[in-house]
Nanobody
Framework: QVQLVESGGGLVQTGGSLRLSCAAS????????MGWFRQAPGKEREFVAA????????YYADSVKGRFTISRDNAKNTVYLQMNSLKPEDTAVYYC????????????????WGQGTQVTVSS
């Protein structure tokens, strides 16, 4: 079992930055690929970024590539999402998740989810 708690969301102006954190409980955190997803009002939840268990491989949605950076600190059981050059279309609830099996891109591959943190980007 892995329990995930996101933090760091908030209100920011266009062009600003935020850093999301996802704290995990459980001794097996370091064995999981971790991902970030987001869901905007009226839209489906979508993949944002993922990082392999050892941090050596990262993956990004095209919409955030070059602006967002995912990282992890296994000693602290935490995964981060640094978000720069934020745009109004980045407004969403952001979720972190721990992947069980399957492609990092799909929700169904993730077994554990946090409760989400709201990010609002004003224009």
């Amino acid at each position: 079992q892995v329990q995930l708690v996101e933090s760091g969301g908030g209100l920011v102006q266009t062009g600003g930055s935020l850093r999301l954190s996802c704290a995990a409980s459980g001794r097996t955190f370091s064995s999981y690929t971790m991902g970030w997803f987001r869901q905007a009002p009226g839209k489906e939840r979508e993949f944002v970024a993922a990082i392999s268990w050892y941090g050596g491989s990262t993956y990004y949605a095209d919409s955030v590539k070059g602006r967002f950076t995912i990282s992890r600190d296994n000693a602290k059981n935490t995964v981060y999402l640094q978000m720069n050059s934020l745009k109004p279309e980045d407004t969403a609830v952001y979720y972190c998740a721990a992947k069980a099996s399957g492609s990092y891109y799909y929700e169904y591959a993730y077994a554990y989810w946090g409760q989400g943190t709201q990010v609002t980007v004003s224009s």
